[in-house]
């Protein structure tokens, strides 16, 4: 089956797919439903628990023909418990056993700061249940492994998450490879100019996270017992306004807008529907008085402003501020 979406040329030449599929909480039937929509660009984590189930998919479709690895994007990255040198490689052999897969295409640092761990890698809490940051971060000495893992072909591409310009311009001045791309929340009501321009400015493409404001996030927070209002993006009278003009969704506006900047966005859905509507963006334009209203909405509105890691704010590479929380 064909790509389904525009390619972004990276810095080390790579080609990644602009609209890639989030799992975040997402269903192994909706893995196999993208794959089906023409998605082929995954992302994942070891956080969201899926890495098996996702590689299990992968396999079906990598044995029985339907794809070539080579068509593939497969994104994982390192995580916020497990982020020392000593852990680089350790972490992406796992992962790369669960996804059966022989490399990644992207591996990246998923977060700035450190959490201690329990010996089985969950998040490990004081006698208060705060969880307890570890200020070994090092993110120069983390990133020297990342590079081996290019070396050694395990990962073709390697980057950041959630690092702020402070963050990327002090790692800028040790790496021998740049980040390919720096993957932080960005939408409509987070659009983060300055990093974002830094980022560019760097060579370094920017992924967008939360595309669509993270409908499923409210009910996350709530399950852990901190209720939050959160904005809807695809009810706002500028996002429904536009949409109807060109008989296209909400969702679909706010992720043309998105790839039309030049940023990578990996919007997750369970729904097959949803999902194909996800990569059907191609067939239209904003305009630019419609593109100046999307950018007046920009709130510094952090979705994922990580409030339910009680104890990390305390660690210097937290940097998760919002202006409503913070
Ligand atoms: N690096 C990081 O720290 C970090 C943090 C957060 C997320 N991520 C990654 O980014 C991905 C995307 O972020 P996200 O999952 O939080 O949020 P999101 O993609 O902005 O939003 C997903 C929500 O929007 C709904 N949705 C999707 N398409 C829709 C459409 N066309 N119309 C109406 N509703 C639609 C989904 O519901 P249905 O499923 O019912 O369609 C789901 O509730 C994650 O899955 C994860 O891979 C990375």
């Given amino acids: 089956m064909a790509q389904n979406t525009q390619l972004l040329t990276l810095n080390n030449g790579h080609k990644m797919p602009m609209i890639g599929l989030g799992t975040l909480q997402a269903s192994d039937e909706a893995l196999e439903a993208a794959l089906e929509a023409g998605y082929r ?3 994942t984590a070891p956080r969201y628990g899926n ?3 996702i590689g299990q998919v992968l396999k079906r479709w990598l044995d029985s023909g339907k794809v070539k690895r080579e068509e593939l994007f497969i994104v994982t990255k390192l995580p916020l418990t497990a982020n020392a040198p000593s852990d680089v490689l350790p972490i992406i052999k796992k992962s790369l056993a669960d996804l059966q897969l ?7 640092i998923h977060m700035p700061f450190t959490l201690m761990a329990n010996e089985d890698g969950s998040i490990k809490k004081d006698e208060q249940g705060l969880m307890i940051p570890d200020l070994r971060t090092n993110h120069a000495a983390t990133w020297v492994e990342m590079e081996k893992l290019v070396a050694k072909g395990l990962a073709k591409s390697i980057g950041v998450s959630n690092f702020d310009q402070e963050q990327v311009g002090r790692l800028l001045k040790t790496a021998k490879i740049r980040p390919a791309t720096n ?7 987070l659009q983060q100019r300055e990093l974002v321009d830094f980022c560019k400015a760097e060579g370094i493409a920017i992924t967008a996270y939360a595309p669509l404001g993270s409908r499923g996030l409210a009910k996350f927070t709530a399950s852990l017992g901190l209720p939050r209002e959160l904005p809807d993006l695809m009810d706002v009278p500028e996002v429904t306004e536009i949409a109807a003009a060109h008989r296209k969704t909400a969702a679909q506006v706010l992720l043309r807008w998105i790839v039309d900047n030049g940023i990578i966005a990996i919007p997750k859905s369970a729904n097959p529907e949803r999902l194909r509507q996800n990569l059907d963006i191609f067939d239209f334009k904003l305009t630019d008085e419609e593109i ?5 909405l920009d709130e510094n509105f952090r979705i994922f402003d990580c409030a339910w890691i009680h104890g990390a704010e305390s660690h210097p590479e937290f940097r998760f501020k919002n202006k409503f929380t913070n």
């Fill in 41 to 43: 660009h995954i992302d």
């Fill in 51 to 53: 890495e098996k189930a």
């Fill in 102 to 108: 022989d490399y990644v295409d992207m591996f990246l």
């Fill in 183 to 189: 993957q932080i929340e960005h939408h409509v009501y």
């Fill in 292 to 296: 100046a209203k999307l950018v007046k």
